[in-house]
């Protein structure tokens, strides 16, 4: 089966800096990978996703990007703020069937 | 357009009881997962349902949990005897099967 890997597993940037989150997956046929935030007593909500068509996408001050030859996709946020400290996963998937999760980073934005 | 919602939100229970964990997916969705999620850790997937299929059972520890998922919707995790390791949050996903998974909040189980 599918294997993701994530890593670092915690990440420490002074408020304003970026980060950088990377996962990488063993099945070539994976075509779809969400990236969720989980704050602490919550479940993990979707912040962003890319399709396997697609190498970058971004919305305001989350990108994500994928090299499907070397079958790896990262998470980059920009200007962090101290509300963006939480755990994030990433996950891949063969068409929905199934979601596969790296082990999670946890994010600490100081301010 | 209520999300998924998973009850009790807190379950504390004796080591060798029995416990029933309920999640009530997003309407209209035909996937089920459960996950479990120990203190600190990530991810643990537990089963899946999709659609009128059998179920995917593969991620179940032992064969003291079970699921199961009534009309399409509602669904039960249960787990029988308690151990003190089967103390995490239980996690619960939803989705239409063409789009990502939306989680519910969690069942904190701790047993005793």
């Known amino acids: 089966g599918e294997n993701v890997e994530q890593h670092p597993s915690t990440l420490s940037v002074q408020e304003g800096d970026s980060a950088v989150i990377k996962c990488t997956y063993s099945?070539?046929?994976?075509?779809?990978f969400p990236w969720y935030k989980q704050e602490l007593g919550k479940g993990p909500q979707l912040i962003i996703d890319?399709?396997?068509?697609?190498g970058e996408k971004k919305d305001q001050r989350i990108a994500v990007t994928l090299n499907k030859t070397a079958k790896h996709f990262s998470l980059h946020i920009t200007e962090t703020q101290p509300e963006d400290s939480a755990v994030y996963f990433c996950?891949?998937?063969?068409?929905?069937?199934?979601?596969?999760f790296g082990s999670g980073t946890k994010l600490n934005v100081k301010p | 357009g209520a999300g998924v919602s998973q009850s009790p939100s807190n379950k504390v229970t004796e080591k060798g009881k029995d416990v029933e964990l309920r999640c009530d997916p997003i309407?209209?969705?035909?996937?089920l997962y459960w996950y479990r999620q120990s203190l600190g850790q990530g991810l643990e997937f537990l089963i899946y349902?999709?659609?009128?299929?059998?179920?995917?059972k593969s991620g179940l520890p032992s064969d003291r949990f079970s699921a199961e998922r009534t009309g399409g919707s509602v669904s039960t995790l249960t787990i029988q005897r308690t151990q003190q390791e089967d103390s995490a949050v239980y996690l619960c996903?939803?989705?239409?099967?063409?789009?990502?998974?939306?989680f519910g909040p969690g069942t904190r189980l701790t047993v005793l």
């Open positions: 996903a939803s989705t239409w099967g063409r789009d990502t998974q939306y």
């Open positions: 099945d070539s046929a994976s075509n779809y």
């Open positions: 890319i399709r396997s068509n697609v």
């Open positions: 996950a891949a998937s063969i068409n929905f069937n199934k979601f596969y």
């Open positions: 309407s209209g969705h035909t996937a």
């Open positions: 349902f999709q659609g009128n299929s059998a179920p995917d």
